[in-house]
């Protein structure tokens, strides 16, 4: 089975609510169809499902405001991206819950791409929990959309970052970062922090005490290897390696704020068995300075 990462067909997929965070998804969405010549499509989630009383179902006149807003939200967002010259765009109302419907939209997606911030009840929703869930279980990359530097004149002057641990998680994460530097005409920063747990916390002195070079110089063999593997299909991608002695997650927080996309595997090295997203990805959804991609390795 081709690895999710590398799908290199379908749509991309924005998650919408009418609120702030989801019309800069719907422009991240726009542009990313337009770079990978794709089309886009809206989606927005009436669900109906927990408006149940019980076993006692909403009323019509509630289910036609609800259809009615959705409608609303939905032509407002795509008049706001839709270009002459641009993808095509389309709209999707569903009955089902935000989760359950981008799960089933993530069968044939390129991307899933949600704001960072919701609308009134929907704030923890596609603020979160919904980018949580849908992260560590989506059939393809989602994406945070977060900051506004991405939509900057400069933004293309930015790399994009990839965090890289050797894990089957990191291979998916790469694979994506080199499409998406590639489309960008992006400089690739390839990142690996090898220590979640500084040595000055660890044993009360400085790391150099401890002889961490060879761990150094195995890191740099292991990032140089995996990077390796994707270089001849994007040959016009210039990659940078940067092997540091950091927690992972400040490592590539520190780069969100000059990069224009920050790419990680949903799991890592350190992730715990049973955890769908790890705490670096956790940190990335919530703290990140510009969009984040997540990949999720498929099961072999």
Request: glycine fraction near 12%; aromatic fraction near 6%.
């Amino acid at each position: 089975m081709m690895n999710q990462a590398l799908r290199l067909t379908g749509p991309i997929v924005v998650g919408t609510d009418g609120s702030p965070g989801a019309g800069a998804a719907a422009t991240w969405g726009m542009q990313a169809a337009d770079r990978h010549e794709t089309s886009l499509e809206l989606w927005h989630a009436l669900a109906i499902p927990d408006y149940y009383l019980g076993t006692v179902p909403p009323t019509e006149d509630l289910l036609r405001k609800l259809e009615h807003r959705g409608d609303s939200i939905l032509r407002e967002a795509a008049d706001a991206v839709t270009r002459a010259d641009g993808p095509a765009v389309t709209t999707r109302l569903c009955e089902e819950s935000a989760v359950p419907a981008l799960l089933g939209a993530s069968d044939t997606a390129r991307l899933i791409v949600l704001g960072s911030t919701g609308h009134s009840r929907f704030t923890a929703l596609f603020g979160g929990s919904v980018t949580t869930a849908l992260a560590g279980r989506a059939r393809c990359p989602v994406v945070s959309v977060r900051g506004r530097s991405w939509d900057l004149p400069t933004a293309g002057e930015r790399p994009v970052v990839v965090g890289v641990d050797g894990s089957r998680g990191a291979r998916a994460a790469i694979a994506a970062a080199f499409d998406e530097a590639c489309v960008r005409g992006a400089e690739l920063i390839a990142v690996h922090a090898w220590e979640d747990v500084s040595a000055s916390r660890s044993f009360g002195d400085p790391a150099g005490s401890y002889g961490w070079g060879s761990f150094t110089e195995s890191a740099q063999r292991m990032l140089t290897r995996e990077v390796a593997e994707y270089r001849d299909g994007y040959p016009d991608v210039e990659v940078r390696q940067v092997v540091v002695h950091d927690e992972p997650r400040q490592e590539l927080l520190r780069w969100s704020v000059q990069a224009q996309l920050v790419v990680v595997g949903s799991r890592g090295r350190g992730g715990f068995r049973g955890l769908l997203l790890g705490s670096t990805g956790q940190s990335l959804i919530h703290h990140a300075a510009c969009p984040v991609l997540i990949t999720r390795a498929e099961k072999s």
